[in-house]
C-alpha cells in the first residue's frame, strides 16, 4: 500500500511548542489526530493508544491562532487546509465560540480495497459500515479513484464536508479523474445528490456519511435509475440499520405482515411477523470491523431475511496479512438432531457460492456410530430451550464439508418436515446418528417428510413439492418407529432384522431402570420366541407409560400387541404376523 498524508501541513497550523514535539515523535506516522480543547492538556491520540503534547493546559489564545490558519467552518463545524485530505473540527459554547479543535489526519492509501475489488466491479451499489476511524473514507476515496482511473466510469463524488477530496476548489489527486460536487450546507445534501444524477450524466455517486431519511430516499431514486451508489452509513452493522427507521430503507426497509395459516405453519412462526418492504438500495454491505478485517454480506436482501427471520445470517469475512495475501472465510451455523453446532468453512478468492438442488438418488449409508448419551426430560428440555434461542436454519455447507454418499449424492440430507414430530424427529436422527439435517425452508429441501393425513388435505404443499422438484415421503403416524422407518427409506437404508441397543433408547422416555428392563423384556420375546416360533407371548404387568413404549417397540417389528387385564395388573400381549 502507499499512503499519503501531507502531515507537516496538519503539523504547520498547530502551536509552536506542539508541533516540535509532534515532529520529533516516535509515532509520528500513525498519528491519528490532535485534540485541544480550553483549560485542558493537549492530546495526541495514535492507533491504540493517546498521549499528552505538554503538561500545559491549552488557552484560548491558541486555539483562536489555529483557526486563523485554517479554511471557514461550514454548517457542520468543519473546515479544512487547501489541496489536503485533513480535517479541523471545531466545539463551541452557548455563544457559538469555538473552545475546542478536533484536528484529523487525513490520508490517502492506495491499494487499501484489495480485499473488495471484485465486488467494486460488478457494478453493485456497496454499502460501507463502521465504527468512526476505522478507515470507512478512506476506503470511499480509493473506491472512487479506482472506478474513475482503472475502470474508466463517470464517477461523481458528493462531499458535504470537503471530507473525500480535501478543501478548496482544486480537488485531491487521491480522487483521480472523478469529479467533486460540494455542499454548501449539509441539510442539503440530498438535494445535490439528486443534482448530480440530473446534470453531469454520472456512472456512480460516491456518498459518505448517509444520515437522513431525505437522503435515503434519495439514494434509492438513484438506484432506482440505473446508477451504481457507493456509499457509508452511520451504523457498526447491518443489524443497526435494521432497527433504525431512519435508515432502514436503504436495506430495503421493514413492515409488519399477517400470514396465513398455512404458511405460519410452514415457517413455524407467529402469524404477524417483520418483513423486507422492497428490494434494498444497496445490494452489497460491507462491515468495516478493522481496517485489515472486514465482513462481506454478498446479498443485503437475503442477510436482511435471514435476520428478521431470527435465522443467523453467513457472511463472509475478509482479511488481509501482512504480505498483501487475502484470506476468504465464511462461517456457517448448522442446526441438526445433535444439536447446534458452528463451523468456519475455507474458501478460495474469489469465494465460491454453494450449490444448492436435489441429490442424485442412491444408497446412503448412516454416519459412524458416535456414544449415545442417555436422554433425560430436563437435559432435552434445555437443549431444545438453547435451540429456541440461537436457532439458525441449517444450510447448504458447499463441498468443504459435504460428504459424498456411495453413488456421488451429496450428505447430510435436508429434510423439511410437515406435521411431523419435529422433536422425535431429532431424536431418532441423534441416536441413530443418521446423515439428515432439518430445515424450516421448503427451498433448501431435499425431500419432505409429512403426515399421509396432511398431504391428503394440503394441496398447496403439493403444489409447492412439485413446483421445486422435491419429492414428499408420507408416513402414517408421528411415532418413533413410522419415523425411523421414513427416514431409512428416505436414505434407502434396509431395516434392521434385530433391534441393537441404539434403538432401543429412542424407546426411552426418562432413561429409567424399569424403562430399560421393560423394553429388553419385549425385545427378547419377540426376538426370541414370537419372530422365530410363530407363538403369541404375554409381558409383565406394567404401567401405562410403559406399555405405551413396549407397543411401539412392538410396532417396529412389524408386529400386533394388545393391552389386556384390570390394573395395576395390565399387560402386553404380542402376537405373531
Same mark, same amino acid.
Given at each position: 500500500?502507499?499512503?499519503?498524508?501531507?502531515?507537516?501541513?496538519?503539523?504547520?497550523?498547530?502551536?509552536?511548542?506542539? !508541533?516540535?514535539?509532534?515532529?520529533?515523535?516516535?509515532?509520528?506516522?500513525?498519528?491519528?489526530?490532535?485534540?485541544?480543547?480550553?483549560?485542558?492538556?493537549? /492530546?495526541?491520540?495514535?492507533?491504540?493508544?493517546?498521549?499528552?503534547? *505538554?503538561?500545559?493546559?491549552? =488557552?484560548?489564545?491558541?486555539?483562536?491562532?489555529?483557526?486563523?490558519?485554517?479554511?471557514?467552518?461550514?454548517?457542520?463545524?468543519?473546515?479544512?487546509?487547501?489541496?489536503?485530505?485533513?480535517?479541523?473540527?471545531?466545539?463551541?459554547?452557548?455563544?457559538?465560540?469555538?473552545?475546542?479543535? =478536533?484536528?484529523?489526519?487525513?490520508?490517502?492509501?492506495?491499494?487499501?480495497?484489495?480485499?473488495?475489488?471484485?465486488?467494486?466491479?460488478?457494478?453493485?451499489?456497496?454499502?460501507?459500515?463502521?465504527?468512526?476511524?476505522?478507515?470507512?473514507?478512506?476506503?470511499?476515496?480509493?473506491?472512487?479513484?479506482?472506478?474513475?482511473?482503472? +475502470?474508466?466510469?463517470?464517477?461523481?463524488?458528493?462531499?458535504?464536508?470537503? /471530507?473525500?477530496?480535501?478543501?478548496?476548489?482544486?480537488?485531491?489527486?487521491?480522487?483521480?479523474?472523478? !469529479?467533486?460536487?460540494?455542499?454548501?450546507?449539509?441539510?442539503?445534501?440530498?438535494?445535490?445528490?439528486?443534482?448530480?444524477?440530473?446534470?453531469?450524466?454520472?456512472?456512480?455517486?460516491?456518498?459518505?456519511?448517509?444520515?437522513?431519511?431525505?437522503?435515503?430516499?434519495?439514494?434509492? %431514486?438513484?438506484?432506482?435509475?440505473?446508477?451504481?451508489?457507493?456509499?457509508?452509513?452511520?451504523?457498526?452493522?447491518? &443489524?443497526?440499520?435494521?432497527?433504525?427507521?431512519?435508515?432502514?430503507?436503504?436495506?430495503?426497509?421493514?413492515?409488519?405482515?399477517?400470514?396465513?395459516?398455512?404458511?405460519?405453519?410452514?415457517?413455524? *412462526?407467529?402469524?404477524?411477523?417483520?418483513?423486507?418492504?422492497? @428490494? @434494498?438500495?444497496?445490494?452489497?454491505?460491507?462491515?468495516?470491523? #478493522?481496517?485489515?478485517?472486514?465482513?462481506?454480506?454478498?446479498?443485503?436482501?437475503?442477510?436482511?431475511?435471514?435476520?428478521?427471520?431470527?435465522?443467523?445470517? %453467513? @457472511?463472509?469475512?475478509?482479511?488481509?496479512? &501482512?504480505?498483501?495475501?487475502?484470506?476468504?472465510?465464511?462461517?456457517?451455523?448448522?442446526?441438526?438432531?445433535?444439536?447446534?453446532?458452528?463451523? %468456519?468453512?475455507? #474458501?478460495?478468492?474469489?469465494?465460491?457460492?454453494?450449490?444448492?438442488?436435489?441429490?442424485? *438418488?442412491?444408497?446412503?449409508?448412516?454416519?459412524?456410530?458416535?456414544?449415545?448419551?442417555?436422554?433425560?426430560?430436563?437435559?432435552?428440555?434445555?437443549? +431444545?430451550?438453547?435451540?429456541?434461542?440461537?436457532?439458525?436454519?441449517?444450510?447448504?455447507?458447499?463441498?468443504?464439508?459435504?460428504?459424498?454418499?456411495?453413488?456421488? #449424492?451429496? +450428505?447430510?440430507?435436508?429434510?423439511?418436515?410437515?406435521?411431523? *414430530?419435529?422433536?422425535?424427529?431429532?431424536?431418532?436422527?441423534?441416536?441413530?446418528?443418521?446423515?439428515?439435517?432439518?430445515?424450516?425452508?421448503?427451498?433448501?429441501?431435499?425431500?419432505? +417428510?409429512?403426515?399421509?393425513?396432511?398431504?391428503?388435505?394440503?394441496?398447496?404443499?403439493?403444489?409447492?413439492?412439485?413446483?421445486?422438484?422435491?419429492?414428499?415421503?408420507?408416513?402414517?403416524?408421528?411415532?418413533?418407529?413410522?419415523?425411523?422407518?421414513?427416514?431409512?427409506?428416505?436414505?434407502?437404508?434396509?431395516?434392521?432384522?434385530?433391534?441393537?441397543?441404539?434403538?432401543?433408547?429412542?424407546?426411552?422416555?426418562?432413561?429409567?431402570?424399569? #424403562?430399560?428392563?421393560?423394553?429388553?423384556?419385549?425385545?427378547?420375546?419377540?426376538?426370541?420366541?414370537?419372530?422365530?416360533?410363530?407363538?403369541?407371548?404375554?409381558?409383565?404387568?406394567?404401567?401405562?407409560?410403559?406399555?405405551?413404549?413396549?407397543?411401539?417397540?412392538?410396532?417396529?417389528?412389524?408386529?400386533?400387541?394388545?393391552?389386556?387385564?384390570?390394573?395395576?395388573? !395390565?399387560?402386553?400381549?404380542?402376537?405373531?404376523?
Amino acid at each position: 500500500m502507499t499512503i499519503t498524508d501531507d502531515l507537516q501541513k496538519l503539523l504547520d497550523i498547530l502551536p509552536q511548542d506542539l !508541533r516540535q514535539v509532534l515532529e520529533s515523535h516516535p509515532k509520528r506516522d500513525s498519528l491519528v489526530e490532535v485534540v485541544l480543547d480550553l483549560g485542558r492538556r493537549p /492530546e495526541a491520540r495514535f492507533p491504540n493508544q493517546a498521549e499528552y503534547l *505538554s503538561e500545559v493546559p491549552v =488557552t484560548q489564545e491558541q486555539i483562536d491562532d489555529c483557526i486563523q490558519r485554517v479554511g471557514i467552518f461550514g454548517g457542520d463545524n468543519r473546515a479544512g487546509i487547501e489541496q489536503t485530505l485533513h480535517r479541523i473540527s471545531a466545539i463551541r459554547n452557548r455563544t457559538g465560540k469555538i473552545i475546542g479543535l =478536533t484536528c484529523r489526519v487525513g490520508r490517502a492509501v492506495f491499494g487499501t480495497i484489495g480485499m473488495i475489488r471484485d465486488l467494486v466491479e460488478t457494478g453493485k451499489s456497496i454499502l460501507m459500515l463502521g465504527r468512526p476511524g476505522v478507515g470507512k473514507t478512506t476506503a470511499l476515496r480509493e473506491i472512487a479513484r479506482v472506478l474513475a482511473d482503472d +475502470l474508466h466510469k463517470r464517477v461523481v463524488i458528493i462531499d458535504t464536508s470537503n /471530507e473525500i477530496a480535501g478543501d478548496g476548489d482544486v480537488a485531491h489527486p487521491a480522487i483521480g479523474r472523478a !469529479r467533486r460536487m460540494q455542499v454548501a450546507h449539509p441539510e442539503q445534501q440530498h438535494q445535490v445528490m439528486i443534482e448530480a444524477v440530473e446534470n453531469h450524466m454520472p456512472e456512480v455517486i460516491v456518498i459518505d456519511e448517509i444520515g437522513t431519511e431525505l437522503e435515503a430516499l434519495a439514494a434509492r %431514486t438513484i438506484a432506482e435509475r440505473g446508477v451504481q451508489l457507493v456509499g457509508t452509513a452511520h451504523g457498526n452493522q447491518i &443489524e443497526n440499520l435494521i432497527k433504525n427507521p431512519t435508515l432502514a430503507d436503504l436495506v430495503g426497509g421493514i413492515q409488519a405482515v399477517t400470514l396465513g395459516d398455512d404458511e405460519a405453519r410452514r415457517r413455524g *412462526s407467529q402469524k404477524t411477523v417483520l418483513e423486507r418492504k422492497a @428490494p @434494498p438500495t444497496f445490494e452489497i454491505a460491507v462491515e468495516m470491523l #478493522e481496517r485489515q478485517r472486514w465482513t462481506v454480506h454478498e446479498s443485503v436482501a437475503d442477510t436482511v431475511d435471514n435476520l428478521l427471520r431470527g435465522r443467523q445470517a %453467513t @457472511p463472509q469475512t475478509r482479511t488481509v496479512d &501482512e504480505q498483501g495475501k487475502i484470506g476468504v472465510t465464511r462461517q456457517l451455523a448448522v442446526v441438526n438432531g445433535r444439536g447446534g453446532q458452528l463451523a %468456519t468453512v475455507e #474458501e478460495s478468492f474469489p469465494p465460491a457460492r454453494p450449490s444448492n438442488g436435489w441429490r442424485s *438418488s442412491g444408497q446412503m449409508v448412516a454416519l459412524p456410530q458416535l456414544p449415545v448419551e442417555r436422554v433425560t426430560g430436563r437435559s432435552e428440555f434445555d437443549r +431444545l430451550l438453547d435451540e429456541s434461542f440461537n436457532y439458525a436454519e441449517s444450510i447448504d455447507l458447499g463441498a468443504a464439508t459435504r460428504q459424498p454418499g456411495p453413488n456421488g #449424492e451429496d +450428505l447430510p440430507l435436508h429434510v423439511y418436515p410437515y406435521g411431523v *414430530s419435529r422433536h422425535q424427529l431429532e431424536q431418532v436422527i441423534s441416536v441413530l446418528t443418521l446423515p439428515v439435517v432439518l430445515t424450516k425452508d421448503i427451498d433448501s429441501a431435499d425431500a419432505i +417428510l409429512a403426515l399421509r393425513s396432511h398431504v391428503k388435505n394440503h394441496a398447496k404443499l403439493r403444489q409447492m413439492a412439485k413446483a421445486r422438484h422435491v419429492p414428499i415421503h408420507m408416513i402414517k403416524s408421528s411415532t418413533i418407529p413410522q419415523i425411523t422407518r421414513g427416514l431409512r427409506r428416505l436414505l434407502n437404508i434396509d431395516d434392521p432384522e434385530m433391534a441393537d441397543d441404539r434403538e432401543l433408547q429412542l424407546f426411552l422416555h426418562n432413561g429409567s431402570d424399569d #424403562e430399560m428392563d421393560a423394553l429388553e423384556e419385549a425385545r427378547l420375546a419377540v426376538e426370541q420366541i414370537v419372530i422365530p416360533k410363530g407363538q403369541p407371548v404375554e409381558l409383565l404387568p406394567r404401567s401405562p407409560q410403559v406399555r405405551k413404549m413396549q407397543h411401539e417397540l412392538v410396532e417396529h417389528y412389524r408386529l400386533k400387541s394388545h393391552s389386556f387385564g384390570e390394573e395395576p395388573n !395390565r399387560r402386553l400381549r404380542i402376537y405373531p404376523a
